[in-house]
């Protein structure tokens, strides 16, 4: 069999430029809260442990040697996650910005702190980048399973409102290419976490096409209620007028429109009789 070991670089890049984009796909979503000025809804676990995992795989790759591409897309990941989540605790509600406070405490002051020092106090050598590499694999995982609890509350409200497909999609292309570089460099501290990664990325997609088509005929379905719920149409007798269907409210419209047209006809025709019985007015010769 060819070695094809040399190829491992080629992915290396492949894979920087897709993690870079899944690195920005999520600005759809930020630019929504933006507008929204809120970020209720939305979770910040995900960019909490996306920000922690890149900080874990800047320091593994520095052990390890050779891995100059990883260095330098979890530098970026770094800059880009403290962004997106600096923004969302800014336009986030009391309670989740101090969960999402919390949860940067724990992360990345205190566990990637007490990994840094146990790792470089305690062991040595070759040892060291085995255990910090093994601690990256169980978080990569946690990585790729954080946007579980947004696949549980689509199929909980069978809405995809708060799970982008351009996230889950490119997420599923990253960890294919993150997969090849690690089986090629026979680093199973990168591969064996994109497998899961994959799974969960093609799992997040069927279920947003499982559930786009869903919200779309139910936004159809409601659009014409909903913009009659603020109007309140009430009888002479001040009672308002029972519940009415989707035909009969356009039934209703188009008699309203024939019975306006048909006064409007007839207050024309008055007019004019009105102004053709008037007497006219006879010239004096001076």
Known sequence: MADISHLAPIFGVLGSIISFIVFLSPLPTFYDIYKKKSAEGYQSIPYGVALFSAMLMIYYALLKGNMMVVIIINVLGIVIETIYIGFYIFYAPKKARVQTIKLLLLLVVGGYGAILLVVQFLFKGVVRAQIVGWVCLVFSI?????????????????????????????????????????????????????ILGFIFGILQMVLYFMYNKKDKNIVKEQKLPELLQNHLIILDDQKKLPHLTEEQIIDIWKLGSLVYSEKLNARGADQAAKVENMPKLQTVQT
């Open 142 to 194: 946690f990585t790729f399973a954080a946007p579980l609890c947004i696949v549980r509350k689509v199929i909980k409200t069978k809405s995809v409102e708060y799970m982008p497909f351009l996230l889950s999609f490119f997420l599923t292309l990253s960890a294919v290419m993150w997969f090849v570089y690690g089986f090629l460099k026979k680093d199973v501290n990168i591969y064996a976490p994109n």
